[in-house]
């Protein structure tokens, strides 16, 4: 079965620039969408079809996906706001998610 | 405005069945551009997708939970349920149903506030 792997953890300093990345076989030929979950919350969608930002969420916030293996989230000028669960998630006959990575602002 | 509520059991035994209902409102379940999966996630853990119903009313499963899996919709009272049988500990999760847009390889759009289950004797 697909499986996506993605870092337990990633820190940035405030104001730095923050990727997290999410590695599977081929997923450039895959859509991948990204959540930000915080403690005691639902998941937010922040990045649908690689590389598009829903409506209210900033544009510091963005997506790739033409890297063979592994799609990325980019989150540039973070804030201690951002701090948070980060999943990837994409379809394989079923629906993936990623194990999440723990973003830290320093 | 587009709301998902899921509700049923906070407290389930091993071996019993679990039924979740998730009410939706805002959109037709019959719409064709969307659907709604039930996708759970054990405390401090991953999230983990369950199932889906496709606006069409084909349904999908994950590999792993299919044999103890069922879910069905009633387009009338605008429900999503899911069932899963032979609850066990490792079960104990907060459960979400969650719209998905854009059918097979789209992405959640709207999530429930999602519904904590345990499962003890």
């Known amino acids: 079965s697909y499986e996506l792997t993605q870092p337990l953890s990633v820190s940035v300093a405030l104001g730095q620039t923050a990727r997290i990345s999410c590695g599977g076989n081929n997923i450039d030929r895959k859509s991948v969408h990204w959540y930000q979950q915080k403690p005691g919350q639902a998941p937010v969608l922040v990045i649908y079809?690689?590389?598009?930002r829903p409506s209210g969420i900033p544009e510091r916030f963005s997506g790739s996906n033409s890297g063979g293996n592994t799609a990325t989230l980019t989150i540039s000028r973070a804030q201690a706001g951002d701090e948070a669960e980060y999943f990837c998630q994409l379809w394989d006959d079923t629906m993936i998610f990623g194990g999440g990575t723990k973003l830290t602002v320093l | 405005q587009v709301t998902l509520k899921e509700s049923g059991p906070v407290l389930v035994k091993p071996t019993e069945t679990l039924t979740l209902t998730c009410t939706v409102s805002?959109?037709?379940?019959?719409?064709?551009?969307?659907?709604v999966s039930w996708i759970r996630q054990p405390p401090g853990k991953a999230l983990e997708w369950l199932a889906h119903i496709f606006s069409n009313g084909e349904e999908s499963y994950s590999t792993s939970l299919k044999a103890r899996l069922t879910i069905s919709r009633d387009t009338s009272k605008s429900q999503v349920v899911l069932t899963m049988s032979n609850m066990d500990p490792i079960d104990t999760a907060t459960y979400y149903c969650?719209?998905?847009?854009?059918?097979?390889?789209?992405?959640?759009?709207?999530w429930g506030q999602g519904t904590l289950v345990t499962v003890s004797s």
């Open positions: 805002g959109f037709p379940l019959s719409n064709s551009r969307m659907g």
């Open positions: 079809r690689d590389t598009n």
């Open positions: 969650a719209r998905i847009q854009n059918g097979y390889g789209g992405w959640v759009d709207y």
